[in-house]
């Protein structure tokens, strides 16, 4: 297997030793029929060069990468699910296949789901249904496209298994998808062997943490080490949190295994789009309280957060300095949510002052527009900010932009310059609709998947998404 010379190998992960992962083997497939190829994220870590079988002989055969782990690694983890502790937990149908180096030097993973059983799997099968895999593809490229820290969906294969799921038709079909991300490292990673009372181990992922991931911050003093990573950690946290919320993401399942201290989203299960703006909208049928509800995503991840500091304080850190880097989410969230509206809008940033004024008055506009113009409508209709004034006026929700609200949104964004204008002239920007994710196109896009196997509205889907992408300039990918 021959990668390209930009592909550079650096498993760092297994050498923390065997108490943080269980070598494991990948599912043997009946098929593999290949459904989805990143030829971006691939050569984003020189991949991009490999043959067709050796596509699948890596992404779904899961033969090991040159010079990369000699076998799979299920990882060791607990977590708080809806705020309760589960030691039960750990990699039940994925694991820690590779990492290596971009171009810019950044560790990434490649990380599985729908792999095979490992002894994290409980009762489970291991697989992943190819529903599952259609929609996290879909959803990676939107929140990217959308200025979101994600994860990428790079391979989905169709593995020709007939699954049985007790919360949707089935059998249905299988699949195994593999997805690049900066870190498979959880809250819960941390929990686990707090839990267990082996603060050796926590202090061991504190410092593989820090000189991984924010080697800024290495070397450092023992005693300051937890802190550090904790305030790294949240701010990172509180820009993702912030980029979710001016997407009009719903995570819906935000408990402590499901985020990792880079802070980006890298798993999708019941998300969803917003359709309308409600603070209150769940994304998942069993959140029936709306613990996890859009409104109340910055209170869950700072619940979160603190579960990780709790984890941490077991290494003998001084309380003090820990609730001092969490107190420190407030101000750092505000400020990223700031800075993402402004993103949104298209303009150049002003002052503090004044850009946080235009983000509230941003929410108030969307608030009193209602449902024709939900987030992403409004962002598009009003990218640019002033200059796109008349086209905001002739679209199909310009009677929704009447109101006092939208009244004092546009003199307040009357001040700011458009950041770059020549994206007006995108054919993007030509069309009376943006690109969205809501529920019912994604079904509609599997429906056709399932009924004729006919992925046309899949593979255009993910083109218009990139087209959205290259419109927005967004930048995701931190």
């Known amino acids: 297997m ?108 490649l990380g599985t789901k729908g792999s095979g059983q490992t002894p994290y799997s409980r009762f489970g099968d291991g697989r992943l249904t190819l529903k599952g895999g259609v929609r996290e593809a879909l959803a990676s490229a939107m929140l990217e496209a959308l200025g979101v820290p994600t994860s990428r969906a790079l391979a989905l294969f169709e593995t020709g298994e007939a699954l049985e799921r007790h919360d949707e038709p089935s059998p249905t079909r299988a699949a195994v998808l593999t997805r690049l991300s900066h870190s498979h490292i959880r809250f819960g990673t941390f929990q686990r062997h707090a839990y267990l009372g082996r603060p050796d181990l926590v202090q061991a992922l504190i410092d593989h943490g820090l000189q991984t991931y924010f080697p800024a911050l290495w070397p450092i003093e023992p005693d300051r080490s937890a802190a550090a990573l904790l305030r790294a950690v949240t701010e990172r946290c509180a820009h993702l949190t912030a980029r979710w919320m001016a997407a009009g993401f719903v995570h819906g399942v935000l408990n402590t295994d499901n985020m990792n201290i880079t802070g980006e989203s890298f798993d999708y299960g019941p998300y969803r789009f917003l359709p309308r703006n409600d603070p209150s909208f769940t994304a998942a049928y069993f959140d029936e309280t709306g613990l996890y509800c859009f409104g109340r995503q910055p209170e869950a991840v700072f619940w979160n957060l603190q579960q990780l500091g709790a984890a941490l304080a077991a290494t003998g850190c001084p309380r003090e300095p820990l609730v001092e880097a969490l107190e420190g989410f407030g101000e750092a969230y505000s400020r990223a949510l700031t800075e993402a509206v402004i993103a949104r809008l298209g303009v150049k940033p002003r002052s503090a002052e004044q850009d946080q004024a235009l983000a509230g008055a941003t929410f108030e506009a969307i608030a009193e527009a209602g449902e024709p113009a939900r987030w992403e409508p409004f962002f598009f209709d009003w990218f640019g900010g002033s200059i796109s004034e008349a086209r905001a006026g002739r679209g199909p929700r310009a009677g929704a932009y009447g109101g006092p609200a939208a009244r004092a949104f546009r003199d307040r964004l009357a001040a700011y310059e458009a950041a770059a204008p020549e994206r007006l002239d995108l054919p993007y920007f030509q069309a009376a609709e943006p690109e969205e994710l809501l529920y019912d196109e994604i079904e509609a896009i599997w429906a056709r998947i399932d009924a004729d196997d006919d992925w046309s509205l899949f593979e255009r889907k993910l083109a218009r998404i990139d087209q959205a992408r290259l419109a927005w300039g967004l930048g995701a990918n931190f």
């Open 2 to 109: 021959p990668p390209s010379d930009r592909y550079r190998p650096d498993p760092r992960f297994e050498a923390l030793g065997q108490e943080f992962a269980d070598p494991v083997r990948a599912a043997r497939f009946p098929t593999h029929v290949l459904r989805l190829r990143n030829a971006r994220a691939a050569e984003a870590v020189g991949l991009d060069t490999l043959s067709d079988e050796e596509w699948t002989a890596a992404f779904a055969r899961f033969e090991p990468l040159p010079g990369n782990q000699p076998e799979p690694l299920a990882m060791r983890y607990h977590g708080h699910q809806f705020r309760t502790y589960n030691p039960n937990l750990g990699d039940g149908r994925g694991f820690l296949f590779a990492q290596m180096r971009d171009g810019a030097g950044r560790l990434l993973d």
